[in-house]
């Protein structure tokens, strides 16, 4: 295979859309990602493939090294040839443990194709099933990797009619999924079809893949795939040289996977809240290199030497360096002062980016991952692409505090630049005790943040162990309570109720969002979620842990004034609710009637906020309030004879086996579902009951009531943590006298 030696080259065919693709690795941890992507760079000439499959030259940081697991989303241009013409793969490797779900999110938004890696022995894993829908939800077509086939024939010695088998089993699942989770238009079309070529069998480590065209292209029969294996390292060699896994790869890529154009065509319509028909509309979806430029940043992160550097992709126009351009998310003007491809961790610099291709780019400072990036003249005319929508949500919680003084500036920046790389870090401090909290998915996304505060800013922390993050409720319609402000010149009448299931569904899906129409988002309410359609069309706001606050008000003098100081009152009542001060979800907050003052001065923050806040607090309190806590599912695949074994760990911590299906006669795949504040010690517990025998993923499922038995004393627990009383506060607390 040719290897480009320059820049420019590759530049040259990301000027031609056809000749585009853009793929991502998703997987579930420790499928192979990594070691598949490795041996695409090496087909590439970036690095040798003597040593592709350890190298692990995506895993650019040092704490990925280590540990062998992939914690960011790394970015490439490869180049590869295909039936005589020359192509551009922009390729993103993602991580795969759950932890690290966000990074997928915001990666496959940029892409048109996904390559999914299963391990053939362990099959299809809860992970597996995440990055997949993920991958549908977004309108990105996958193409699937079983790897690690020499596990079938070295380990578990199976023949070459046991090991077809398997693969039809793999393919099966897969196929279930894709039509559980695919819009019905993509079902057929994308299925996983191995006569048709879109699955791809091989062993990255081995460096050997085919499909079964390829197969019947080269005469190989599996037969002789087994055949290779006995005859040991010389054979898989061998076959290593008939049936490169690059070649299988990049040729289904190119193949199956559709260029920018085609892809934008029926993916923006998916992605982009604007109007079709306008001129951005129809630059977009033809993804022209002449249209207005729309640029959609996906990843920020920090580089010692440059500041932050935005990627993304360019939906439409070209990104130029020089150029000024408008930030839809944070309304702020800003100008491009470089442009670059990334070649793994080295960027190169290069005058402009075409539409259909993923850029970097410095001077965007103000960007987060999110942004939508316009040519300033198209500042008025371009609607945001849709929210980013993350399968889990910051659950694990822990204290950090710098151990010399001196480093606590250093700490309060580098935790700042945290939260801007990874927007599923979330950072806090804690007024009462000057604590500094961060929050992530999951215990070991919290380390490895950890580890980047001593290895990107050398600060070293000390911590708390890790605290479950809980969310606060009420299930109950509260009275109509009366909020005064502080100098009894404002009074809001408000009432608190939980909102039903339908309601937080469409809200987490993003289907209702608070910048929409409001009778379109009315209607969907009234059809979906049992809403009358007056009310729905008069909600104000809807915060980010799914709380909605509405206005049944009639003919108020000057509520229209105090409008945006209500709301905010509303955002951050919701912040840090009664309770234990933990953020409170899924209720509605109904203002039914306000007096508000004629004198601007009488009606300010100071007055209003606690006006809106006391009554919601109050409301609470009265309406069978409870704490939520985060349940996780847990996937356990395992030899039949320990399956009591599986479940004895799950029940002593507080879970619940939902089902039990047996594989095979003599293996089983447990599905449960536990409290992640009882998990935190879940991999050794495992380990243990079952020798080192069974394979398990875990991911976010959903948060639940918290048992009333343990209430009191986990309450107790966090408002003592947090410096406050360690007593909830009672409804006359807030509405004296009630």
Not at 44 to 64: P, Q
Not at 135 to 155: M, Q, S, T
Not at 240 to 249: C, F, G, N, Y
Request: aromatic share 6%.
């Amino acid at each position: 295979m040719p290897r480009y030696k320059t820049v420019e080259q590759i530049q040259h065919i990301m000027g031609n859309v056809e000749q585009i693709r853009n793929i991502g690795i998703i997987a579930h941890v420790d499928h192979g990602k990594t070691t598949t992507s490795d041996l695409l760079l090496a087909a590439s000439g970036i690095i040798s493939m003597k040593v592709a499959g350890e190298a692990l030259a995506l895993d650019y940081l040092d704490v990925e090294q280590k540990r062998g697991i992939t914690v960011k989303a790394a970015n490439i241009s490869l180049y590869h040839e295909y039936g005589g013409k020359p192509y551009v793969v922009n390729l993103i490797d993602t991580p795969g443990h759950v932890d690290f779900s966000g990074k997928v999110t915001r990666s496959l938004r940029v892409l048109d194709g996904a390559l999914v890696v299963v391990d053939s022995v362990e099959g299809v894993m809860t992970q597996t099933e995440t990055v997949l829908r993920q991958a549908l939800e977004e309108r990105v077509r996958p193409i699937l990797f079983i790897n690690k086939v020499d596990r079938l024939i070295k380990e578990l010695k199976f023949t070459a009619q046991e090991v077809q088998q398997r693969f039809v089993e793999i393919i099966k699942t897969m196929n279930y999924l894709l039509s559980e989770y695919a819009e019905p238009e993509f079902r057929e079309k994308w299925a996983f079809d191995p006569v048709r070529g879109t699955v791809i069998l091989g062993a990255a480590r081995d460096k050997w893949g085919i499909t079964v065209p390829i197969a019947q292209k080269k005469g190989i029969k599996f037969s002789d795939i087994v055949g290779a294996y006995e005859r040991g390292r010389e054979g898989v060699e061998e076959l290593a040289k008939v049936a490169p896994l690059h070649e299988a790869i990049l040729d289904t890529v190119v193949k199956f996977v559709p260029n920018p154009r085609e892809a934008q065509s029926y993916r923006i319509p998916k992605i982009w809240r604007g109007v079709l028909d306008s001129d951005v509309g129809k630059a977009m979806m033809r993804a022209d290199p002449s249209g207005p430029l729309v640029y959609f940043v996906n990843d920020m992160r920090v580089d010692p030497h440059a500041g932050f550097v935005a990627t993304g992709r360019v939906f439409s126009g070209t990104l130029r360096a020089g150029e000024e351009v408008w930030l839809l998310m944070s309304k702020s003007k800003q100008r491009v002062l470089q442009v670059s491809l990334y070649m793994g961790p080295i960027r190169e610099v290069v005058e402009g980016i075409s539409a259909g291709n993923i850029a970097a780019s410095l001077g965007l400072d103000t960007a987060r991952s999110g942004e939508t990036v316009v040519g300033v003249a198209y500042r008025d005319l371009v609607a945001p692409f849709e929210r980013l929508r993350y399968v889990s949500e910051p659950v694990v919680t822990m204290a950090v505090e710098a151990k010399k003084t001196a480093d606590l500036p250093k700490l309060v920046e580098a935790l700042r630049k945290l939260s801007i790389e990874d927007p599923n870090i979330l950072v806090k401090i804690n007024e009462e005790t000057g604590e500094y909290l961060i929050s992530g998915m999951g215990p070991l996304h919290l380390e490895i943040a950890l580890t980047f505060l001593k290895e990107n800013y050398g600060i070293e922390v000390d911590t708390s162990p890790p605290l479950v993050v809980y969310r606060e409720t009420c299930r109950a319609q509260s009275q109509v309570l009366e909020g005064k402000s502080p100098n009894k010149h404002n009074k809001l009448y408000i009432s608190v109720e939980p909102l039903n299931e339908e309601t937080i569904k469409l809200i987490q899906q993003g289907v209702v969002v608070e910048d929409m129409d409001s009778r379109e988002r009315a209607k969907i309410l009234r059809d979906q979620a049992s809403w009358d359609y007056d009310e729905a069309r008069r909600i104000w706001a809807i915060d980010e842990n799914i709380n909605v606050l509405v206005d049944r008000t009639a003919g108020v003098q000057y509520l229209r004034e105090v409008k945006d100081t209500i709301i905010q009152g509303f955002r951050l009542a919701m912040k840090e609710g009664p309770i234990a001060m933990e953020p409170v979800r899924g209720v509605k907050v109904v203002l039914h009637d306000a007096v508000i003052h004629e004198d601007p001065a009488h009606r300010g923050p100071a007055q209003i906020y606690p006006a809106t806040r006391n009554p919601i607090y109050a409301g609470i309190l009265i309406s069978k309030p409870t704490l939520l806590e985060p349940l996780q599912k847990l996937d356990v695949r395992v030899p039949a004879d320990l399956i009591s074994s599986v479940i004895s760990v799950v029940s002593k911590k507080r879970g619940k086996v939902i089902d039990i299906v047996y594989t095979t006669p003599t293996s089983a795949r447990i599905m449960a579902e536990l409290p992640i504040a009882e998990s935190m010690d879940l991999a050794s517990e495992l380990r243990s009951a079952t020798s080192g025998r069974a394979f398990w993923g875990t991911e976010f499922s959903r948060w639940s009531p918290l048992p009333e038995s343990l209430m009191p004393a986990v309450v107790k627990s966090i408002r003592t943590r947090k410096g406050a009383p360690p007593e909830p506060p009672k409804p006359e607390d807030f509405i004296p006298p009630y």
